[in-house]
C-alpha cells in the first residue's frame, strides 16, 4: 500500500490528483444554483450545535431528522 501511494498517487506521482476543498458556503451556493436541496446530514453527530443556526442562516434548507447513529432522543 506504501509503495503503491509512493510510486502512483504520492505528490508529484504520475496519478496525483490535487485535492480541493469548497467552504460549505459554496457548497451551498453550488448546490442552489444547480436547483437541488441542502441539507444537513447526521446534525446529531456535529460538535458544535450552533454549527446548524450558521447553516440555517446561510441558506440550508432541510436538516435530517433520523439517523441511525444518532443516540435515543436525537432523532
Same mark, same amino acid.
Given at each position: 500500500?506504501?509503495?503503491?501511494?509512493?510510486?502512483?498517487?504520492?505528490?508529484?506521482?504520475?496519478? +496525483?490528483?490535487?485535492?480541493?476543498?469548497?467552504?460549505?458556503?459554496?457548497?451551498?451556493?453550488? @448546490? !442552489?444554483?444547480?436547483?437541488?436541496?441542502?441539507? @444537513?446530514?447526521?446534525?446529531?453527530?456535529?460538535?458544535?450545535? =450552533?454549527?446548524? !443556526? +450558521?447553516?440555517? =442562516?446561510?441558506?440550508?434548507?432541510? @436538516?435530517?431528522? +433520523?439517523? !441511525?447513529? !444518532?443516540?435515543?432522543?436525537?432523532?
Amino acid at each position: 500500500m506504501d509503495e503503491a501511494f509512493t510510486r502512483f498517487l504520492g505528490d508529484g506521482a504520475p496519478c +496525483y490528483v490535487r485535492r480541493f476543498k469548497n467552504t460549505v458556503e459554496r457548497s451551498i451556493e453550488v @448546490i !442552489h444554483a444547480h436547483k437541488g436541496i441542502s441539507v @444537513i446530514a447526521h446534525p446529531g453527530l456535529l460538535e458544535d450545535e =450552533g454549527l446548524i !443556526h +450558521y447553516l440555517i =442562516g446561510k441558506g440550508v434548507m432541510g @436538516i435530517e431528522v +433520523y439517523c !441511525h447513529e !444518532h443516540k435515543p432522543g436525537q432523532g
